[in-house]
């Protein structure tokens, strides 16, 4: 059973930065395409960045320029560089993975198959 586990989520003001990582233990071969998603209170989840593991990325056109997603294949993991962060960034941040080879951009929230308990992060001042 694959496992997502987020952390690095917190308080921060306006403009600040976080960087959140996201680990996934338990599979015997590198997950094809690893995402971050967000949801606020009283909305949908929603996509923020996703990387394949041939390096393919793609942004949500609300974090494009702000956010820089990476991962280690090796080790499974994925991070996401959050700058300037404003305060309609704040929302529950989940990690998402699956094994099939897709780009970001052909994914879907259904594509995936594993999720995190996500890791909140509050932008306020």
């Known amino acids: 059973q694959v496992q997502m586990l987020e952390s690095g989520g917190g308080l921060v003001q306006p403009g600040g930065s976080l960087r959140l990582s996201c680990a996934a233990s338990g599979s015997s071969y590198s997950l094809g395409l690893m995402a971050w998603y967000r949801q606020a209170p009283g909305k949908q989840r929603e996509f923020v960045a996703g990387i394949s593991s041939g390096g393919t990325i793609d942004y949500a056109d609300s974090v494009e320029g702000r956010f820089t997603i990476s991962r280690d294949n090796a080790k499974d993991t994925t991070w996401l560089q959050m700058n300037d962060l404003k305060p309609e960034d704040t929302a529950v941040y989940f990690c998402?993975?699956?094994?099939?080879?897709?780009?970001?951009?052909?994914?879907?929230?259904?594509?995936?198959?594993?999720w995190g308990q996500g890791t909140q992060v509050t932008v306020s001042s």
């Open positions: 998402a993975g699956t094994h099939r080879r897709l780009t970001p951009s052909r994914a879907r929230y259904s594509s995936y198959d594993y």
